[in-house]
């Protein structure tokens, strides 16, 4: 067969792929129309569960662009044991995320040393203000219904207790 | 149909004529923006282009003349700033005055000019000048470059294209775009007029290097070192906005349409029919209907001829500067050249 011209088939490329878009339709989605369901593991936004945060700060120290701000007090907590000292804690007054500052890195979320913070797929939360993408601690906690479950471990590793 | 025409009061003649000019420069430019530039491109890249607008986005273009409209008009502050003004109107009225030779139909035209296709292939030219001036007044070194880079490359392929075109002009022994429409009609091949005798089959190397030259006097894609978005920004047209910006965006694409017009005229048979067809023995004897159908046989060429530029536009990635002057003077005029002698020769042999 003798060979095409490069050129020729360039031409080609493009209107083969002009009638198959009109054929089978087009590779992209019309996005308000209709989504495309992202990855399990996309990073989408950060989600928060507030009842294990402990307000430690390792998370806003490691972020890089400073977009965390956590503000908290120690209150006294019951005892464990009946009969023992009141236990010290920190109660989480403020957990903010300023999303307009996040770069989306993850590294708040790889420092946690409690799980509290956690990726979602969720993707929907421009706003049409910029000051309004500072989300704060109730917000996202709702995005923690949109976190997939943590796949399962390996075989033969340690289940942490 | 002539009878009709004289009717008409002169003031009459001339609002259609200007109407006309209009319809015929906007009118190629919208259909070309919308069906190649959105959809085309877009079916080509996989994706489905402007949909929202209208239906099948088929008011896309109203809302981006809208936005166009609506932009602040800036003017940088070391420009010329009369000039620089004054540029996109030079390249859009030579588009104007471009389209005044194109015939239509046999009365369907807007001036019967002997000499149309010296006229056509000078005024063509004008536009170096607007572009020139625009990268020029500026104050930008990259509207500079890509003024320049115009500039040369607008002049190296303005030379192949005159030359493609004296093929035709020898063969039609005549350089009124009404003429050579006749000739292509009223001819035929070993004696058999069916299809007439469009030029494209004896002058197909001349066609051929009229749309390259045609692709690089539209800096369309393979040609567009001009308006290199990666290095120049956007060439000469950096520093403009707002319906300057609109203005240079219909120009590019009015002078796409009416060039595709040309070069049907003289290559494809332009508005005619085979006169064999209904028996008309010269341009007196065509019925007047053909004042209507002729100019829609114009726009299914137009569209014909705009589609392949579009589709070579999309396909093929950049020449470099010096490939791009190198194809000119090296390929394009020698063999223009030899197209010329060969058909001379032909012409006197035969």
């Known amino acids: 067969m003798p060979k095409v011209p490069g050129l020729v088939k360039g031409l080609g ?31 989408g936004v950060i989600a928060l569960r507030e009842d294990n945060c402990t307000a430690c700060m390792l998370c806003a120290r490691s972020c890089p662009d400073w977009c965390i701000y956590i503000e908290g007090h120690k209150q006294l907590a019951p005892p464990r044991r009946a009969g023992g000292k009141p236990r010290q804690v920190n109660h989480l007054d403020r957990f903010d995320i300023d999303y307009a500052l996040c770069m989306y ?40 219904e949109t976190v997939p479950e943590a796949p399962e471990l390996e075989a033969g590793a340690e289940k942490k207790k | 149909m002539m009878s009709i025409a004289l009717e008409i009061p002169y003031w009459g003649q001339s609002l259609l004529r200007v109407l006309g000019g209009v319809g015929a420069v906007l009118l190629p430019a919208g259909t070309i ?55 996109p109107v030079i390249v859009l009225v030579s588009t104007f005055l471009l389209v005044v030779v194109v ?29 020139l001036v625009a990268g020029w007044s500026s104050a930008n070194k990259y509207s500079l470059l890509g003024g320049l880079r115009a500039a040369g490359q607008l ?27 006749v000739a292509q009609n009223s001819g035929s091949i070993f004696g058999w007029d069916g299809v007439g005798f469009p030029f494209v089959l004896t002058q197909f190397v001349g066609f051929l290097i009229f749309m390259i030259a045609v692709q690089a006097e539209l800096t369309q894609v393979p040609f567009d070192m001009p308006i290199a978005e990666s290095e120049l920004v956007s060439g000469y047209m950096t520093e403009y906005s707002g319906f300057r910006f609109l203005i240079f965006f219909i120009g590019e ?13 003289l290559f494809l048979g332009g508005w005619g029919i085979p006169f064999s067809w209904f028996g008309w023995e010269s341009l007196e004897a065509v019925d007047g209907w053909m004042n209507i159908v002729g100019p829609v046989i114009m726009l299914t060429k137009m569209l014909v001829l705009t589609g392949i530029i579009m589709w070579v536009r999309f396909s093929y990635p950049r020449f470099r500067e010096d490939q791009l002057q190198r194809f000119a003077w090296k390929v394009l005029i020698p063999l223009s050249l030899a197209n010329i002698a060969v058909t001379a020769i032909l012409k006197v042999a035969i």
């Open chain 2, 155 to 181: 002049i190296a392929y303005e030379l192949p294209m005159v030359l493609a075109v004296v093929g035709v002009v020898i063969q039609a022994g005549s350089m009124n775009l009404q003429q050579i429409v």
């Open chain 1, 105 to 144: 890195c993850g590294i708040c979320v790889e420092v946690c040393p409690f799980d509290a913070l956690f990726w979602s797929p969720e993707y929907e939360y421009s706003e049409p203000r910029i000051a309004d993408l500072l989300h704060d601690k109730d917000k996202l906690g709702e995005w923690m």
């Open chain 1, 13 to 43: 490329v493009t209107m083969g792929t002009l009638f198959r878009t009109a054929k089978n339709g087009a590779d992209t989605v019309q996005y308000p129309h209709a989504k495309e369901a992202p990855p399990a593991r996309a990073r």
């Open chain 2, 33 to 87: 923006v919308y069906l190649f530039l959105f959809k085309m491109m877009s079916f080509m890249q996989s994706r489905l282009g402007p949909m929202e607008a209208g239906p099948y986005g088929s008011m896309q273009l109203l809302a981006e003349v809208g936005k166009w409209l609506q932009k602040e008009d800036i003017i940088p502050e070391n420009a010329d700033a009369k000039i620089y003004k004054l540029a």
């Open chain 2, 253 to 265: 694409f009015a002078t796409a349409g009416v060039f595709a017009f040309i070069a049907s005229v």
């Open chain 2, 103 to 131: 015939p239509f139909g046999p009365d369907a035209l807007f001036t019967d000019f002997s000499a149309g296709v010296f006229y056509a292939l000078a005024i063509g030219s004008v536009s170096v000048i607007g572009i």
